[in-house]
């Protein structure tokens, strides 16, 4: 039986919740792996020994204590799909393409993998349905977040603003380093009555057309589009890059691993 990780390993958000809901998003203690992806590496698509990632996996998946993982092939789109039938399709072999999951059921646990982008992690008060989504951020601009909770509050049978969310660690504010052409996406994106706080998400950088851009702030303004109260929100405190010892950062080191945000419902 393969070990699990320690409290200490990982991030647990801090909801009062249903006793059912489970989630951690976990970090880069905890594995095998050797540097430089040292060492809870979860991601196949590095370079990292495959005997490790699988390792690293088998213990993550451990901690849960479930056996039905919905481990999607993220492409940086807004596609949301059911868990189930991405835990069937991977029983078959088949891949699912997609940067979010939800379910209803006990046992599947929706999954998002990250090394700078933002895992948000949602629930119902009730721990009806529960959901997990990968927001880079072309897929925080396209919807996916909004996406999530509503495909979430569909399954739970409740509004969406009754839901809670989870902001996992990645790229803070001071390091999300973009062009005027992420700007401009969120900003003409962004509902009318939100384009001004969106535009003020985003901070000159010094060099011509470069801005610095709070990933977290432009995941709230979504968040507040679809009645998710600010009380309602937690996380959103961490910075991947900077804090090097805690989070793997693609930015950071271009080789590195990935941590996984993971959150189910038990029986």
């Keep these: ?22 989630a951690f998003v976990t970090t880069r203690a905890g594995g095998v792996s050797r540097a430089p992806y040292d060492s809870l590496n979860l991601g196949f698509s590095t370079e990292d020994d495959r005997d490790a990632v699988e ?36 029983a078959r072999g088949e891949a699912t393409r997609a940067d979010a ?3 209803d059921r006990s046992g599947v646990v929706c999954v998002a993998m990250a090394a700078d982008c933002l ?17 880079g951020w072309r897929g925080l601009a396209a919807g996916v977040v909004e ?29 999300f380093e973009v062009g005027d052409d992420v700007l401009d996406a969120f900003v003409s994106a962004a509902q009318a009555g939100q384009r001004d ?22 995941a709230r303004l979504r968040l507040a589009d679809i009645g998710i109260d600010a009380a309602r929100i937690d996380g959103g405190t961490h910075c991947t890059v900077t804090e090097n010892a805690r ?15 993971m959150i189910w419902l038990a029986d």
Aim: charged share 20%; net charge positive; hydrophobic share 45%.
């Design 55 to 90: 390792e690293n996996r088998r213990r993550a998946v451990a901690s849960t204590g479930a056996s039905e993982i919905a481990w999607l092939s993220q492409v940086h789109s807004a596609q949301v799909e059911g868990a189930a039938q991405v835990v069937a399709r991977r």
């Design 247 to 261: 989070f793997f950062s693609y930015r950071r080191e271009r080789v590195t691993g990935r941590m996984t945000a």
């Design 119 to 135: 895992p948000v992690l949602f629930c119902d008060d009730g721990g009806r349905a529960v959901g997990a989504a990968h927001a």
């Design 101 to 103: 999951s939800v379910t």
């Design 197 to 218: 706080a969106t535009a003020r998400a985003f901070v000159p950088a010094g060099a011509p057309g470069k801005h610095f851009a709070n990933i977290y702030t432009l």
């Design 147 to 175: 996406k999530t909770g509503e495909r979430v509050a569909a399954l739970a049978g409740v509004s969406t603003s009754t839901l809670n969310a989870y902001l996992g660690p990645a790229i803070g504010p001071t390091a």
């Design 1 to 22: 039986m393969s070990e699990v990780l320690k409290p200490a390993d990982c991030l647990w958000p801090a909801w009062k919740v249903s006793q059912r809901v489970r």
